[in-house]
């Protein structure tokens, strides 16, 4: 019996803290994103006003810059598909292929910021 609980608590900790895709059902980030939000909930109960002010302007500071290069990436791609040109054999448009897309990684820090300034102004 005791063996037995080895083995599922040995089971059930791999599968919590196994490294998973974000998208994935099993995530185990989820919690320690919660547990996040709960200590920086903490921290900020003992800021002062100022502090939090202050902390609240840099944070919309730093969301202002990832929504500008969010913009600029968009303009650079939209501009880079305009510019492929035409195939000179076949007379088609050449294909567009990005390998890398940046966007959705600034989209979730931009989502990330968005969710610290609501916590920071509802505790403002």
């Given amino acids: 019996m005791k063996y037995f609980f080895i083995i599922l608590f040995t089971v059930l900790s ?7 895709q974000p998208e994935s059902q099993v995530y ?9 939000s709960f200590q920086r909930t903490i921290e900020l109960s003992f800021k002062s006003e100022q502090d939090i002010k ?5 944070k919309k500071a730093e969301q ?3 929504v500008d290069t969010l913009e600029k ?5 939209a501009q880079m598909e305009s510019e492929v040109g035409i195939c000179e054999i076949t007379g088609l448009p050449n294909e ?3 390998e890398e897309d940046p ?3 600034i989209q979730a820090k931009i989502d990330k910021l968005e969710e610290e300034i609501r916590l920071l102004e509802n505790n403002s």
């Fill in 14 to 20: 791999v599968f919590s803290l196994w490294p998973t």
């Fill in 28 to 36: 185990a980030g989820q919690f320690f994103d919660q547990w996040k």
């Fill in 54 to 58: 202050e902390l609240l302007s840099n």
């Fill in 64 to 66: 202002q810059v990832y």
């Fill in 73 to 77: 990436i968009d303009e650079t791609i």
């Fill in 96 to 98: 567009f292929i990005l």
């Fill in 103 to 105: 966007r959705p990684e």
